[in-house]
Structure formats: structure tokens, C-alpha cells
């Protein structure tokens, strides 16, 4: 294992940076709560299907998204709760569709793998693994092709690597310039599955150096650091129409899905990472600034205040129509 080679920014910031880093504490904040709550309602049987929790690598999403313009595009995969919320979607429209309620984002049709947002730019939330790369890669192309100056965000967990799709969409990235940047989170497991078992290589930003892309390599400990290097690649799709692949080495603090107990790893593995909690860093960092313990204690009742009416939201509303069953099956796409 690569040392550690960034520890995040001195703990004094100027002032105009504190506040920014309020906005994006409040929004790593928001997204741990709303998983935690997530994963309540699912252990009580009120979300089925899959639930892939987000918690530990909210950082990854949320400086990601801080370095990006808010007609710039994202997409990722089934671990997509806080890339919706980071890009913009409603706590209220996330927890129906969790809750596979009609005023979900997706009209409570797709669930917890599929959120997608077309007022936020967020185009989903892909089961299949690196399915979506190659798709982000034509997302990108019809940017270039328009011209109209937006950047596409591919993230994928290190599994993805290694299938074919996430060669395919590197490659046509780099032959035809695009604007885009691929965010690999690296959280050292596939499910169960160590890195080290499934690429000969460790450092997987290597990958670019085949499709002659450039590259950046970097622990996501504090949210600052990742908005800055991700506005790095950021600018060179933006300015010069070149794609990046950037990995981010992070750490899930939960099991792969609701379903996984976690015992590949050691509970001294996980306490290890948790002492680097980026949220933890981002709160210290704040109070080591004179934000204030009243105006923490403020942020923190209003997201908790944002939660709860989620969920109740969620609670309250509707099921889809039956009558959806057989348009949606049969009749199209756009038929609901
Ligand atoms: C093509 C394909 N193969 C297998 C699966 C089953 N599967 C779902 S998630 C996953 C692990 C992916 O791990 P990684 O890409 O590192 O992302 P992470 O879940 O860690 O965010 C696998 C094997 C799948 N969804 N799609």
C-alpha cells in the first residue's frame, strides 16, 4: 500500500474558505444523515431491493461536485445516493424513491441504483459495473459536439477497472479529446474483493498512461483537497478538451450493500480509517476557525430538521399507480 502523501491543507483557513467549507460539511453532513436513515427504514422493510450505502466517501462526491458548474453532468453507479444529493436533488425526492413512493425522482420506479435528476444534471445511478463508462464517454461527446462547454464526471469504484467497458470509454476519450474526467473511487474492496486479487498493478491511475491521458493519484482525507485537485481536471476538460483520470483512494465505513456483514476486513482495519473521517477533519477544521459552536449546533439541527421531513415525506406519499405496470413494461420509455 502506496504511504499517504497528502494531509489535507494546514488546520487555518481565510475566512471566505471557512464558509465554503461550512456549505460542503453541511452537505457531507446531509448525506451521511440521509443514509443512516436509509439504512433504518430499509432494516425495518420500508426500501427493498439493493441499498448501497455511501457513508465514509462523501468527501469524494461532495468536493467533486464543488469543482464542477451546475450544468456540468454527472453520472455513476449504484453507490449514487450522495452524487444526487451533492448535485442538487431534493433529500425529499431521494427518500420516496428510496422508498419506491410516486414522488420519488424516478417515480419511485427505479429505487436506490437509478436516481436521476435532468433539472441537476445527475443522469444516474448504473447497476452494471463500468456499464456507464463508456455512456459517460458519449455524454462527453455530444458536449464537444455542441459545443457547449460543459464537463461530464465519471465516477466508478476500483472493480470497474478491469472490464472492458472502462477501456472502451478511456479510449475513445483520449482518440477524440473529450471533455470529461473519470473519478475512479478507489475503496480498496469490490464487494469482498481486494484490489491486489483482481489487477497486477496497484496504482490503477496508472491506467491512463496506455490511452496517453493524464492522471492524478491522491487520498481523499479532507473535502478541500479533493475539490482542488478535481478543479485541476476539471479546468483541462473545460479549457482544453482533454479528458483525466483521477483516483481517489477512500474507504467505505459500511458492508458493499445492506446485505454484507463485512468480514473480509478487520474491525481494526475499519476503526483505522474511521479516525480519518473527513467529515471528522471538516467539523475540527471549523471549530479550529472560529465557525462557532452555536452555528455548528444551527447547521447540524437544520439538516437533522432536512432528514426528518424527508422521510416523513417519503412516508406519507403515495404508491405508483398500478396503471404504470403495464405502460411502463410494454408501451416505452417515455410512456410514464
Ligand atoms: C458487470 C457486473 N458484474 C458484477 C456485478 C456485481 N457487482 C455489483 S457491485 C460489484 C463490486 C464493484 O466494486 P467497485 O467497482 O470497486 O465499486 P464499489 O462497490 O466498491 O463502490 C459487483 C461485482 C455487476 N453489478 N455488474
Keep these: 500500500m502506496q504511504e499517504r502523501t497528502n494531509d489535507g491543507p494546514p488546520l487555518t483557513q481565510p475566512s471566505g474558505q471557512i464558509d465554503h467549507l461550512a456549505a460542503l460539511y453541511r452537505q457531507m453532513f446531509l448525506i451521511r444523515r440521509v443514509e443512516e436513515e436509509s439504512a433504518r427504514a430499509y432494516a425495518l422493510g420500508k426500501i427493498g431491493g439493493f441499498l448501497h450505502l455511501y457513508i465514509g466517501q462523501e468527501a469524494v462526491g461532495v468536493g467533486a461536485v464543488a469543482a464542477l458548474r451546475p450544468d456540468d453532468y454527472v453520472i455513476t453507479t449504484y453507490r449514487d445516493h450522495g452524487m444526487a444529493l451533492a448535485k442538487g436533488m431534493s433529500a425529499r425526492a431521494l427518500m420516496a424513491e428510496l422508498y419506491g413512493k410516486a414522488t420519488g425522482c424516478s417515480k419511485g420506479l427505479g429505487g436506490s441504483m437509478h436516481l436521476f435528476d435532468v433539472e441537476h444534471n445527475m443522469l444516474g445511478g448504473y447497476g452494471i459495473v463500468g456499464g456507464h463508462i463508456p455512456l459517460a464517454a458519449g455524454v462527453a461527446f455530444a458536449s464537444k459536439y455542441r459545443s457547449d462547454g460543459r464537463v461530464t464526471l465519471c465516477f466508478f ?92 483512494r477512500t474507504y467505505r465505513f459500511r458492508g458493499h450493500s445492506m446485505s454484507d456483514p463485512a468480514k473480509y476486513r478487520t474491525p481494526a482495519e475499519l476503526e483505522d480509517h474511521k479516525k480519518r473521517d473527513p467529515l471528522t477533519r471538516a467539523r475540527a477544521l471549523l471549530e479550529q476557525n472560529g465557525y462557532g459552536a452555536e452555528r455548528l449546533a444551527k447547521l447540524e439541527a437544520e439538516v437533522e430538521a432536512e432528514v426528518q421531513d424527508a422521510v416523513k415525506f417519503a412516508e406519507e406519499s403515495p404508491e405508483p399507480d398500478p396503471s404504470l405496470l403495464a405502460k411502463t413494461t410494454y408501451d416505452g420509455p417515455f410512456a410514464a
Design 157 to 248: 469504484g476500483e472493480g470497474a477497472v478491469s472490464i472492458g467497458g472502462f477501456h472502451e470509454g478511456l479510449s475513445l476519450a483520449a482518440l477524440w479529446k473529450l471533455p470529461i474526467v473519470f473519478v475512479c473511487e478507489n475503496n480498496e474492496y469490490a464487494m469482498g474483493t481486494p484490489l491486489s486479487r483482481t489487477m497486477s498493478v496497484e496504482d490503477v491511475s496508472m491506467k491512463a498512461l496506455g490511452y496517453g491521458i493524464d492522471r492524478d493519484r491522491f487520498f481523499v482525507d479532507d473535502v478541500l483537497e479533493v475539490e482542488k485537485r478535481m478543479a485541476e481536471a476539471v479546468s483541462r476538460a473545460r479549457e482544453l478538451s482533454l479528458p483525466t483520470l483521477v483516483e481517489v
